[in-house]
């Protein structure tokens, strides 16, 4: 996850997500051994951590989210010179999942854009900062 002061999302040439205000973007892979139980979990710390300038949350500012699905996130280069992607959720349990944190954020009053699961996307982001975090649920 990266503080951005803007960030987009492109498929084919089309602007699918995008925030133009100070807000979050949202690199969400889904691990093999995710379940539905994560989703709160997960939805409550995106939107109240305490990431952006001021020590302030999108929950307490308002500021929008961009979720973008990544299963390279769990690429595994320990061995060799190719990475392993069998951490990854398999899309029939990533694709429900990430979809269900999209929901959780928004049912929290959040304002969330989003990426397109599965397509060939072109990420735009202008860092604040820079500040990015790693988060395990």
Not at 64 to 86: A, E, H, I, M
Not at 89 to 107: K, N, T
Request: with cysteine; charged share 25%; glycine share 10%.
């Amino acid at each position: 996850m990266a503080r951005v002061t803007r960030a987009s999302v492109t498929v084919a040439d089309e602007v699918v997500g995008a925030i133009d205000e100070p807000g979050l973007l949202v690199l969400l892979g889904i691990h093999t051994g995710d379940d539905r139980a994560k989703v709160p979990v997960m939805a409550r710390k995106l939107h109240e951590l305490r990431l952006l300038r001021n020590e302030e949350s999108c929950a307490g500012t308002g500021a929008p989210l961009l979720v973008v699905s990544q299963f390279t996130l769990y690429g595994d280069t320990r061995k060799g010179r190719r990475p392993s992607w069998t951490a990854a959720a398999r899309p029939d349990l990533a694709e429900p999942l990430v979809d269900a944190v999209v929901e959780e954020l928004r049912g929290r009053g959040a304002t969330v854009a989003t990426g397109r699961f599965g397509a060939m996307m072109a990420v735009a982001s202008v860092n604040d900062g820079p500040c990015t975090v790693l988060i395990e649920v």
